[in-house]
């Protein structure tokens, strides 16, 4: 049996452990830049507020409503869901963290008479210690999991925890599911299921598996298919290759000029190297992309990706940010006006053992430089993200007399919760 376990709402659950007096009253988290709204409680779903409203339609549209908003705090979150993980080791035959909030389980150990209440108690442990509500599925393969965890969240009954354990119970999850909601059924497979008549995943699933095959092409809609109808057929291991990690953001405004370009792209590059050692990978390609505003017709646009390839495959920031600032030099043009740009790292592998190119650097200085990435993690760590960078990582402002002065970050978050858990000038003081 696989289990799947899924926190409720994520980032809002995340805001409200250490504001207890939010409980109950309506929360959104924004977008990077406070932009739009990216997270909802369950009573500002029943508002009406959707995903991707702009936060300055929110006044607008719910007029003398009180709702709390937060700016995005992944360093807040990153530490709590952090935690629920730590316990789902502790309570797990084995297990794979697959997003911030998402945790797939290899139950084998546990017998199956068993699975309900234990589920029940890993609810109410994530619930006791860490003050985070989570929803736990359980099937005989991932995609069903998904389904089930997601009757866990909506329906009270199931105590948080739902198994789908019978033929009986697949076929009324699947009956209950909309299409488009099956994990591994991407927005444009949807669309073509719903035009064939497939409303559902009861629908679907009822095709045969040859007709799959002859409409679709595709070896992971087959394996969606197969997982449907009962079968174990997407391989665990397929779930661990992150073939390329991305980070990107649109400003805060818009950018000319190339010096602020080139320290957002070291940001972005830096946090690519840093998910690279968290994992314990390297990429042999950097690539940088940067792009205009579209939705100004008024301005000229312009968009270009390059890439270039490591010697050797690392995990390091500096050698990362160097390739990317040489990416962003090829693309960079003047005069444009660009609103976002990303950065992302490809060709990952594990980072041992990694075959050294004759012309690159030598063992000695590889060392060295790892040595100094795991110095600043751990300083990081220890007192919160970013509180050492390299010098490509700071902004640079005129200040009133002319003089360029540093700063630390350019992203608007003027609704950003503290970070009780990993910063000491954070840290809750009681009366």
């Given at each position: ?111 199956l008479d068993k699975l309900q209440t234990w589920g029940e108690n890993l609810h109410k ?291 950003r919760s503290k970070n009780p858990t990993t910063r000491w000038s954070d840290i809750i003081?009681?009366?």
């Amino acid at each position: 049996m696989y289990g799947i376990a899924d926190l409720d709402n994520c980032y809002c659950s995340c805001e409200k452990v250490f504001r207890p007096d939010l409980e109950g009253k309506p929360i959104v988290v924004l977008s990077n830049n406070d932009g739009c709204v990216v997270a909802r409680s369950n009573e500002a779903k029943k508002m009406g507020i959707k995903e991707g409203t702009p936060y300055f339609q929110l006044a607008q549209l719910f007029p003398g409503q009180k709702i709390a908003v937060f700016s995005s705090n992944y360093e807040l979150y990153g530490e709590l869901t952090g935690r629920v993980v730590s316990i789902i080791r502790q309570e797990t035959p084995a297990y794979f963290r697959y997003s911030i909030d998402e945790c797939f389980m290899y139950l084998d150990g546990i017998e199956l008479d068993k699975l309900q209440t234990w589920g029940e108690n890993l609810h109410k442990r994530v619930k006791r210690e860490v003050g985070l509500p989570i929803s736990i599925g359980l099937a005989p393969n991932k995609t069903l999991a998904k389904i089930a965890s997601k009757l866990a969240k909506k329906y009270a009954a199931y105590k948080h925890c739902c198994m789908i354990n019978t033929d009986y119970k697949r076929e009324k999850a699947l009956e209950w599911c909309p299409i488009e909601d099956v994990w591994g059924i991407g927005r444009r497979y949807a669309a073509k299921l719903q035009a064939l008549g497939c409303k559902t995943a009861l629908d679907f699933a009822k095709h045969h598996k040859d007709w799959v095959r002859q409409t679709f092409n595709n070896i992971n809609i087959v394996r969606t298919w197969q997982e449907l109808n009962g079968e174990d057929a997407v391989p665990n291991e397929e779930l661990a290759k992150k073939k390329s990690i991305c980070t990107s953001r649109s400003f805060n405004g818009m950018i000319s000029d190339k010096d602020t370009l080139r320290t957002h792209i070291a940001n972005y590059a830096a946090r690519c190297a840093e998910k690279l050692r968290t994992q314990k990978t390297v990429a042999t390609t950097v690539g940088v992309f940067v792009n205009t505003n579209a939705f100004r017709e008024d301005l000229a646009q312009y968009w270009n990706f390059q890439e270039t390839r490591l010697v050797t495959p690392t995990s390091s920031t500096i050698p990362i940010v160097q390739a990317a600032h040489d990416v962003l030099d090829r693309i960079f043009i003047q005069g444009y006006q660009y609103k976002k740009a990303g950065v992302i790292v490809m060709g990952i592998s594990p980072d041992s053992p990694i075959q050294q190119d004759l012309f690159d650097l030598n063992a000695e200085q590889i060392q060295k430089m790892r040595r100094l990435d795991e110095v600043i993690d751990r300083i990081n760590r220890m007192h919160g993200s970013e509180t050492i960078v390299i010098g490509a990582q700071q902004y640079t402002q005129k200040n009133g007399k002319g003089k360029a002065e540093v700063f630390a970050n350019a992203i608007k978050h003027d609704f950003r919760s503290k970070n009780p858990t990993t910063r000491w000038s954070d840290i809750i003081k009681l009366k």
